[in-house]
């Protein structure tokens, strides 16, 4: 256990899992780290961030895949942009981001009720929300940075789910993935004004002033609040606090590299019912 996530290893590939969605036959999930793939220099070596030949992606995809059980013709990813556009993906969208070029410029957020349809989405300091409804099967990533924590895309993924699948918020499990930490992550007086904007969120809980204009912001505690304002309950919350800062030998991290590094990956599926081992 590395605090509240699981890191396994399958043929040399690392990646961790919530114990708490592990405990759901129907589902996969998982955040993949830097350790396991092909790729070189400061993309080594399992990176999912464009610019790295994109041979090397597509066969860091396949490992990922075959450790965990996703099927590769059923991934779907998103193209982010720090914004809160949420999409539904179904059969008609298997490859895109992936193998098919991106259809749409702004997507933080993807949800299903597809079974073999792999969600994906990509960090390397931002927030990874996790969402699953056993009740009605239903799965979603969001990304969450600053910016979609403040426009708050976990509570507006909460009630997409609600609305159109007909899900209750106090059934749906959520998990808040590896992200830049409350130990590392500094911010200036504008995202700190932003932060204060929120309803409901104690400032003096999720920032800690560090003297000169700046403050240690925790998008953890920010993003937890948010989907309990949304109506998830609070034992239905996982937060892994895994800071991406603090492990440069597990990921890859924006802060700590600047713009020379790779990225990571969310990825979450429904099982196709004949996969089901009951
Ligand atoms: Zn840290």
């Known amino acids: 256990m590395l605090n509240q996530m699981e890191l396994h290893e399958t043929d040399g590939v690392h990646y961790m899992t919530f114990?708490?969605?592990?405990?759901?036959?129907?589902l996969l999930h998982s955040f993949s780290t830097r350790v396991g793939g092909v790729s070189e220099g400061y993309y080594e070596s399992l990176n999912f961030r464009n610019g790295d030949a994109p041979d090397n992606i597509l066969e860091n995809y396949q490992r990922i895949c075959r450790a965990v059980g996703y099927e590769f013709d059923g991934l779907v990813a998103s193209a982010q942009d720090h914004h809160t556009t949420l999409r539904y993906?179904?059969?008609?969208?298997?490859?895109?981001?992936?193998?098919?070029?991106?259809?749409?410029?702004?997507?933080?957020?993807?949800?299903?009720d597809v079974p073999g349809i792999t969600l994906v989405t990509s960090y390397a300091d931002c927030v990874p929300l996790y969402f699953f409804d056993p009740?009605?099967?239903?799965?979603?990533?969001?990304?969450?940075?600053?910016?979609?924590?403040?426009?708050?895309?976990?509570?507006?993924?909460?009630e997409t789910l609600c609305r159109q699948f007909g899900?209750?918020?106090?059934?749906?499990?959520?998990?808040?993935?590896?992200?830049?930490?409350p130990c590392c992550y500094e911010v200036d007086e504008t995202v700190r004004e932003q932060v204060m904007r929120l309803d409901d969120?104690?400032?003096?809980?999720?920032?800690?002033?560090?003297g000169e204009g700046k403050y240690l912001l925790d998008l953890w505690e920010?993003?937890?609040r948010i989907l309990v304002l949304a109506g998830i309950p609070d034992e239905n919350?996982?937060?892994?606090?895994?800071?991406?800062?603090?492990?440069p030998e597990l990921f890859f991290s924006h802060r700590l590299l600047g713009e020379n590094r790779g990225g990571?990956?969310?990825?979450?599926?429904?099982?196709?019912?004949?996969?089901?081992?009951?």
């Open 222 to 224: 920010c993003n937890r």
């Open 201 to 210: 969120i104690v400032p003096e809980e999720v920032l800690e002033e560090q």
């Open 264 to 278: 990571m990956v969310a990825m979450m599926s429904l099982k196709e019912a004949q996969s089901l081992d009951f």
């Open 237 to 247: 919350i996982s937060v892994g606090e895994v800071c991406t800062k603090c492990h």
């Open 167 to 181: 899900c209750s918020s106090q059934d749906i499990i959520a998990a808040i993935g590896p992200s830049i930490g």
């Open 89 to 112: 993906v179904t059969e008609l969208e298997r490859g895109v981001g992936i193998t098919k070029p991106r259809d749409m410029d702004s997507v933080d957020g993807l949800y299903t």
């Open 135 to 158: 009740t009605r099967n239903v799965i979603a990533l969001a990304h969450a940075g600053w910016r979609g924590t403040v426009q708050r895309i976990g509570e507006k993924m909460t």
């Open 19 to 26: 114990p708490a969605l592990d405990e759901y036959p129907q």
